[in-house]
């Protein structure tokens, strides 16, 4: 099993710009997360998705879109993308209650 | 709002001391996890605390549970330079088994030196 893909690994925009982030699992998961990390932060949570079909905002949901494709893949969409949306983006999934299994992660620069 | 705080923030120890890192919770959660993340890698999940008292170790870390002081505890014993990570606690905000996301305390960057 790969456990929790994402693609790109890393990317350069330039503002405005608009790109998709996907992350994909192959553990038969039912709840998917985003996430995005900034120096001397913690973990923050942008959209997740319960199930299939179905998505919420976490708590920094402004400037991101999101669309769960199917059970196995969580995409993120920046649709103009910022300075201030350069961070390093994660990926989760979890069955049920149990704990979260995070993707490699991909490094977004906006110039 | 649920906030997550851990702390030290920064920590240097040498190998063979033994130290405990902190996580404090504001709202009512029987739910904790601890994760790992080396330098430019993803989350390790190391434990999950699912109730008032829950104590799990795994080697030379040891993590503990108090839902009444809403109060995770990190022991690191006899500390090696394998350990040398940032250490993350994360909280659900509701412990009934759904899939809301997590929130994190900001880490605790842990250096052990020789």
């Known amino acids: 099993n790969a456990g929790v893909t994402q693609t790109p690994k890393f990317q350069v925009l330039k503002t405005g710009q608009s790109m998709t982030l996907q992350c994909a699992q192959d553990m038969n998961h039912n709840s998917m997360y985003w996430y995005r990390q900034d120096p001397g932060m913690g973990l923050r949570l942008i959209y997740y998705s319960a199930s299939e079909g179905t998505t919420d905002k976490g708590e920094v949901p402004n400037g991101y879109n999101v669309s769960r494709l199917n059970k196995r893949e969580f995409s993120l969409r920046l649709e103009s993308a910022a300075p201030s949306q350069t961070s390093v983006y994660f990926c989760?999934?979890?069955?049920?209650?149990?704990?979260?299994?995070f993707g490699p992660g991909t490094r977004l620069t906006v110039t | 709002e649920l906030k997550v705080e851990q702390n030290p923030l920064f920590l240097s120890m040498q190998e063979g001391k033994n130290y405990t890192i902190y996580c404090n919770y504001s709202?009512?959660?029987?739910?904790l996890y601890w994760y790992r993340q080396d330098p430019g890698k993803s989350l390790e999940s190391l434990f999950v605390l699912l109730s008032n008292g829950a104590v799990k170790q795994e080697g030379r870390l040891m993590a503990s549970l108090d839902t009444k002081a809403r109060l995770s505890t990190l022991h690191i014993t006899a500390a090696v330079h394998d350990l040398s990570a940032t250490y993350f606690c994360?909280?659900?905000?509701?412990?009934?088994?759904?899939?809301?996301?997590?929130?994190f305390g900001k880490g605790t960057h842990l250096i052990i030196q020789p």
């Open positions: 709202t009512t959660s029987d739910r």
């Open positions: 989760a999934s979890r069955h049920r209650a149990y704990e979260q299994y």
């Open positions: 994360a909280v659900e905000l509701h412990s009934g088994g759904g899939a809301d996301g997590l929130t």
